[in-house]
């Protein structure tokens, strides 16, 4: 179970425009965590489903980025964080998942659902 790695496939499927791609790959780690959980051998699973979730209700249109920040800096998810600086990893990760919902008219309230240079 790789967070960095997950993280990482959302974030280039959503570049690419391929969004099923990434809701796909939600998907499966949730249902990847559901198994871990069951054994009762994870203690930072319960953080990491909320992360996962708060992503996948945000391409779904129901969820806010306020909620992703605020599950990126949950004490949980450090260990995984250690090397890098959580803000900017945060912003940047936020700024990737604004940038699609843009371009791609992902379904976001905040957006106009066009392009950006489209009249």
């Not at 790789?2 to 425009?17: H, Q």
């Not at 919902?101 to 379904?107: E, N, V």
Request: with cysteine.
């Amino acid at each position: 179970m790789d967070l960095i790695g997950d993280l990482d496939i959302i974030k280039s499927a959503l570049l690419m425009g391929d969004v099923e791609d990434a809701l796909w790959k939600i998907r499966s780690s949730l249902k990847r965590l559901a198994r871990r959980e069951h054994t009762g051998r994870c203690g930072f699973c319960s953080a990491y489903r909320d992360l996962l979730e708060s992503i996948d209700n945000y391409l779904r249109g129901t969820g806010s980025p306020i909620v992703i920040r605020n599950n990126f800096h949950r004490p949980e998810l450090q260990t995984f964080f250690s090397e890098v600086n959580t803000d900017k990893l945060t912003d940047t990760y936020l700024f990737y998942l604004e940038y699609a919902s843009d371009r791609y008219a992902i379904a976001y309230p905040e957006f106009d659902q066009k392009r950006c240079d489209d009249l």
